[in-house]
C-alpha cells in the first residue's frame, strides 16, 4: 500500500499538478460555453427546430447542433490559451499556431463524440433521453438543452486531457516541461530575489549613515 500511495502520490504529483490546473481552466471553459450556449439561443432560432436537411437521409442538424459547435470554437480558443500559459506553460517551447491546430483537432474528435452524446440526450426517441415532463423548458433551469450541454461536457473533457497531454503540447511530450520541482525551485528563487532587490531599494535610515560616516 504504501508503495503504491508512493507510486500515486509521490512520482506522479506533477501529472497530479497538471490535472488540477487543467480541471480548473476546464471549469473556466464549460463557463465560456454555456455562456455562449444561452447566448446564442436568446438571439437565435429555436435550439430544437431544424437548421440544416441532409439529403437523401430521415436525419437533419438541429440548431442545438449548431449552437454546441460555435460554443465550443469559442471556449476551445480560452481553453487554449490558459492551457497554454498556465497548465503546460509550453509558450516558450512551440509556436501559437504549432500547438492550436493539434489543439483544435483534438477539440473537434471531442467535439464529434459530445454532438453523438448531445443528440442522444437531446432526441426524443433517444432511450437515453432526458425527461421532457421535468425538463419541460418553463425556466432556465428547466432547459434540457442547457443540462444536456453540460453533461456531454463533462464526458468530453476528460477525453480532451488525455489526448492534449500526449499529443498537443509537444514541449510536455519531449520532456522540455518543467518538473513541479523545477517550478517550486524557481518560484522560491524569484521570492529571494524579489526580496534582495527590495532591500537594496530602501532607503538606509539617517542614523546608520552618520554613524557610517563616523567611523
Excluded: C
Excluded at 488540477?20 to 464549460?30: D, K, N
Excluded at 455562456?35 to 438541429?62: C, E, M
Excluded at 465550443?72 to 490558459?82: K, R, Y
Excluded at 517550478?183 to 546608520?208: C, K, L, T, Y
Amino acid at each position: 500500500m504504501e508503495r503504491l500511495r508512493h507510486f500515486l502520490f509521490v512520482r506522479h504529483r506533477h501529472n497530479w499538478l497538471l490535472l488540477i490546473r487543467f480541471g480548473l481552466v476546464g471549469a473556466s471553459g464549460v463557463l465560456v460555453n454555456l455562456i455562449s450556449v444561452v447566448l446564442l439561443k436568446r438571439a437565435g432560432p429555436h435550439f430544437d427546430a431544424v437548421a440544416i436537411d441532409l439529403p437523401l437521409t430521415d436525419f437533419n442538424v438541429r440548431w442545438y447542433h449548431v449552437y454546441s459547435m460555435i460554443a465550443f470554437l469559442i471556449a476551445n480558443l480560452w481553453n487554449f490559451q490558459l492551457n497554454r500559459l498556465w497548465t503546460f506553460r509550453s509558450a516558450k517551447h512551440s509556436g501559437w499556431w504549432r500547438e492550436f491546430g493539434p489543439f483544435l483537432a483534438v477539440g473537434l474528435v471531442a467535439q464529434l463524440i459530445g454532438l453523438g452524446i448531445l443528440t442522444l440526450l437531446m432526441h426524443p426517441g433517444s432511450m437515453f433521453s432526458l425527461p421532457s415532463d421535468l425538463l419541460d423548458n418553463s425556466t432556465g433551469f428547466r432547459t434540457k438543452y442547457y443540462w444536456a450541454q453540460l453533461i456531454t461536457i463533462g464526458f468530453t473533457v476528460p477525453i480532451s486531457f488525455v489526448l492534449n497531454k500526449l499529443w498537443t503540447f509537444s514541449a510536455v511530450r519531449r520532456g522540455s516541461h518543467v518538473s513541479f520541482e523545477a517550478e517550486v525551485a524557481a518560484e522560491v528563487a524569484e521570492e529571494a530575489g524579489a526580496a534582495r532587490d527590495q532591500e537594496r531599494i530602501e532607503p538606509e535610515p539617517a542614523g546608520g549613515a552618520r554613524e557610517r560616516v563616523r567611523g
